[in-house]
């Protein structure tokens, strides 16, 4: 069954820490991406949210309305998601954001919940199909912890009210090993007790501990530090 909107409201009031307190990362990605930050413009990032999430927006702000898809690959996108739980949306983006009525994806990107093999909730990870465009995730060591508590704990009372969104992440993990065993590298995930791993390509999905120091390779995927 899919969370009540009431069960959203409880989510949001758990999902309020921002990445960082120091870093503006919007500053950081918008000079490469029109002055717009990235996950805020829908030609890069579409909010997609289940249709009683959308019911609690609405209930609160006038900020968000359905996504009008314009390219030949939004408009499959949208017609993909016809008859699920789950739709597009839009925003009246950046100048306009009210930072009580972010959608849990804006509060939650670029990570997601990872999952090991063995299925146990492990930290978060990246969307990668951002690398390059989203500063943060070339810049891991600056998310600060109450930002992860509050991801893992919100994401945790997300799965206990809607067991698919569990089985959805732990695909989507599953997805990440693929692709970057594909690559032959290794990816970085935050770990959800403090620190950081490596996960291992064609390994299995096997992890090693991360040095903050190490993680400074990822910044060669952004433009600027
Ligand atoms: S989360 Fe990433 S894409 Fe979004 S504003 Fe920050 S740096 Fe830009
Ligand atoms: S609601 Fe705010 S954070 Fe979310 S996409 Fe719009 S401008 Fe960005």
């Known amino acids: 069954m899919s969370p009540t909107p009431k069960d959203y409201a409880e989510i949001y009031k758990r999902l309020q820490a ?12 918008s000079p490469f991406n029109g002055g717009q930050p990235v996950c805020c413009t829908t030609s890069s990032a579409v909010p997609i949210v289940e249709h009683s999430e959308y019911r ?9 309305s359905p996504f009008k898809p314009k390219t030949a690959s939004e408009r499959a996108a949208v017609a993909d998601l016809k008859g699920s739980a789950c739709r597009a949306i839009a925003c009246k983006g950046a100048g306009h954001c009210e930072r009580d009525n972010r959608s849990l994806a804006c509060r939650s990107f670029p990570f997601f919940p990872y999952f090991d093999p063995a ?3 492990v930290g978060l990870a990246t969307y990668w199909a951002f ?8 810049n891991l060591t600056i998310v600060e912890r109450p930002f992860v508590e509050e991801m893992i704990g919100g994401h945790e009372l997300l799965f206990a009210k ?4 569990r089985a959805t992440y732990i695909e989507q ?8 065993s594909r690559k032959g590298k290794r990816f ?11 996960v291992l390509p064609k390994s299995g999905g096997k992890s090693i501990s991360a040095k903050k120091s190490e993680l400074h390779e990822l910044r060669a995927g952004f433009p600027n530090f």
């Open 119 to 121: 299925g146990a909730f």
């Open 56 to 64: 609690l927006l609405k209930s609160r702000t006038d900020m968000w």
């Open 18 to 29: 921002p990445i960082s307190k120091v870093y503006d990362c919007g500053k950081k990605c």
């Open 188 to 198: 970085a995930v935050i770990g959800r007790d403090g620190g950081y791993f490596w």
């Open 131 to 138: 690398e390059g465009q989203c500063w943060v995730i070339s």
């Open 173 to 180: 993990s599953a997805s990440m090993r693929r692709v970057y």
């Open 162 to 165: 809607d067991e698919d969104w």
